[in-house]
């Protein structure tokens, strides 16, 4: 069975640029949640799709949105770029949302 | 404000001592998740307890859900530097998702 992929792995991006990350589900998992980590925040979360729609949203500002399709891939899109916005983002993906969840490898934004 | 309170927050310990991290909350799961997670690279599932007082063992780790199924302990005997990592706790209540601020562990060879 094949694990969560997310695409790409490393970018870098000016400030100011728009960026859109994507995550493949595990075959059957409904639920795809995003997460913003740094070193001094640990893992937080943006938001959570299931059956193509927002289920839950973190505290992020409206730069930070995305999208899920019908065959439960999602995107992650963020607008208007800032330094602060460099991370590693994870997408993990759920049979339902609140049981376990597979974490992909991540993509690892560089905003300079 | 946490759902769910990691400690400690750091550990840097010697190579083949034991340790014990601590996951608690007010809220009560229906089951609880542990992840390590390395640089750069994503949390992997170490295991799933669902039963109050369950307890799981995974070659020296043993996972443990507390009774109330509010907290869980990971205990990892006779540590060794591959055990160096994030660890983070997670659980599912009322359709939302929780993780753990994090251990991080450092075991020195």
């Known amino acids: 069975k094949a694990g969560v992929t997310q695409t790409p792995r490393y970018l870098i991006k000016t400030r100011g640029q728009q960026v859109t990350l994507s995550c493949s589900p595990i075959?059957?998992?409904?639920?795809v949640s995003w997460y913003q980590q740094t070193p001094g925040q640990g893992l937080q979360f943006l938001f959570e799709y299931f059956s193509e729609t927002q289920r839950n949203k973190g505290n992020f500002p409206g730069r930070f949105s995305g999208r899920q399709f019908s065959n439960s891939r999602s995107e992650m899109n963020v607008s208007t770029l800032e330094l602060g916005d460099s991370a590693l983002y994870l997408c993990?993906?759920?049979?339902?949302?609140?049981?376990?969840?597979?974490f992909g490898q991540g993509t690892r934004l560089t905003v300079v | 404000t946490q759902l769910l309170e990691q400690s400690p927050q750091f550990l840097s310990i010697q190579e083949g001592e034991n340790l014990t991290v601590y996951c608690n909350s007010s809220s009560v799961f229906s089951s609880l998740q542990w992840y390590r997670q390395e640089p750069g690279e994503g949390p992997v599932l170490l295991v799933t307890?669902?039963?109050?007082?369950e307890v799981k063992k995974l070659k020296r780790l043993t996972f443990q859900f507390g009774d109330a199924r509010k907290d869980s302990s990971l205990h990892i005997t006779a540590a060794q530097p591959g055990d160096t990592g994030l660890y983070l706790c997670?659980?599912?209540?009322?359709?939302?998702?929780?993780f753990g601020s994090g251990t991080k562990l450092n075991v020195k060879p």
């Open positions: 307890v669902v039963t109050g007082g």
């Open positions: 993990a993906s759920s049979l339902m949302g609140v049981t376990e969840a597979f």
């Open positions: 997670a659980g599912g209540n009322f359709n939302k998702f929780y």
């Open positions: 075959s059957g998992h409904r639920s």
